[in-house]
Structure formats: structure tokens, C-alpha cells
């Protein structure tokens, strides 16, 4: 099971914090990623971190802004994000691929486990 939370309503140039915390028979030790979905528009990858190096990717248009990390205490995976924009505006999903340590997928069906998303909305 995948839980994400930290969503919420935020002005242009704001920051939020993305969690996912994994449990039950889902674990970070494999390729995690965010994806994001606004109304009308496809699923599309944000970022992706995988256990092997702690390696991160990024979507072009999040590079530099965004930022995911990790904590494997805690079985959590993150997403800060600073100087939001209104198009950054959609529910966001956290996934798990527990078919791979190292190659990070940026198509969805490639993951295995979804949280059930949680609404960021970037006022302008």
C-alpha cells in the first residue's frame, strides 16, 4: 500500500511537500517515482528515484524545482517542490515499480503500485 499526503492549495511561487509512505506488501527498495495527472490530461511522470544508487530523474519541466528523496527508516519517499506554478496544478501519485532497483521507468504502466493520489492547486 502506498499513502501519499501533503497536497494542498498554495500560491504561485509556494513550496509543498509530497509523502508516500509504503507498507503491507510495498516497499521503497525499488524504483519509486511521482506522476502527476491534471483534469482532461494524461498521467505524466514528475520524478523517480531508484534503491540501487539513489539515482534521481526528473520530467524537463520540473528539473531544478522539484527535488525527491527518500528516508529508509521510515519506508518514504518525497517530493519537494519549490516555485510552483499554476500548470503545476493536478493530483499527484506516488508509484512503485518492484520490478526493478535501477531503471527508472517514465511511462505508468511500468509501475506495479499506486497511492491513490493526493490534489496540489497552484493559484495564480
Known amino acids: 500500500q502506498l499513502v501519499e499526503s501533503g497536497g494542498g492549495l498554495v500560491q504561485a511561487g509556494g513550496s509543498l511537500r509530497l509523502s508516500c509512505a509504503a507498507s503491507?506488501?510495498?516497499?521503497?527498495?525499488?524504483?519509486m517515482a511521482w506522476f502527476r495527472q491534471a483534469p482532461g490530461r494524461e498521467r505524466e511522470f514528475v520524478a523517480g528515484?531508484?534503491?540501487?544508487?539513489?539515482?534521481?530523474y526528473y520530467a524537463n519541466s520540473v528539473k531544478g524545482r522539484f527535488a525527491m528523496s527518500r528516508d529508509n527508516a521510515k519506508n518514504t519517499v518525497y517530493l519537494q517542490m519549490n516555485s510552483l506554478k499554476p500548470e503545476d496544478s493536478a493530483d499527484y501519485y506516488c508509484?512503485?515499480?518492484?520490478?526493478?532497483?535501477?531503471?527508472?521507468?517514465?511511462?505508468?504502466?511500468?509501475?506495479?503500485?499506486w497511492g491513490q493520489g493526493t490534489q496540489v492547486t497552484v493559484s495564480s
Open positions: 528515484i531508484n534503491w540501487s544508487s539513489a539515482s534521481t
Open positions: 503491507g506488501r510495498t516497499s521503497i527498495r525499488f524504483v
Open positions: 508509484a512503485a515499480d518492484q520490478k526493478s532497483t535501477s531503471v527508472v521507468t517514465m511511462t505508468p504502466r511500468g509501475y506495479d503500485y
